[in-house]
């Protein structure tokens, strides 16, 4: 079993920056590919970076591709999620998942354990 607890989420202004963080129980955090989604107020949750085990891999959204980077540390059994040049569109709750597989899917559906969420709000 694996717990995820994100934090950093908060309201800041649209160009500004966050860093979200991930923090993962159990010792086989490492083993795990991991992702970011996020859910708008009244549409989908949707993909938004995932990474491999190991770190050498990683895939973005269309959307967020430039702008957010996905990092991990195995050592502290944590994933980021660094946030750049917010958009009011980015406004949304921000999820953290893991897939037991080692490399990540795009679809919500392959991952196996979530978190329950931080509040991202961009102003504008």
């Known amino acids: 079993q694996v717990q995820l607890v994100e934090s950093g989420g908060e309201l800041v202004q649209a160009g500004g920056s966050l860093r979200l963080s991930c923090a993962a129980s159990?010792?086989?955090?490492?083993?795990?590919?991991m992702g970011w989604f996020r859910q708008a107020p009244g549409k989908k949750r949707e993909f938004v970076a995932a990474?491999?085990?190991?770190?050498?891999?990683?895939y973005y959204a269309d959307s967020v591709k430039g702008r957010f980077t996905i990092s991990r540390d195995n050592a502290k059994n944590t994933v980021y999620l660094q946030m750049n040049s917010l958009k009011p569109e980015d406004t949304a709750v921000y999820y953290c998942?893991?897939?037991?597989?080692?490399?990540?899917?795009?679809?919500?559906?392959?991952?196996?354990?979530w978190g329950q969420g931080t509040q991202v709000t961009v102003s504008s």
């Open positions: 998942a893991a897939d037991t597989k080692k490399y990540p899917s795009t679809y919500e559906y392959e991952y196996d354990y």
């Open positions: 159990g010792r086989t955090f490492s083993s795990y590919a």
């Open positions: 990474i491999s085990w190991s770190g050498g891999s990683t």
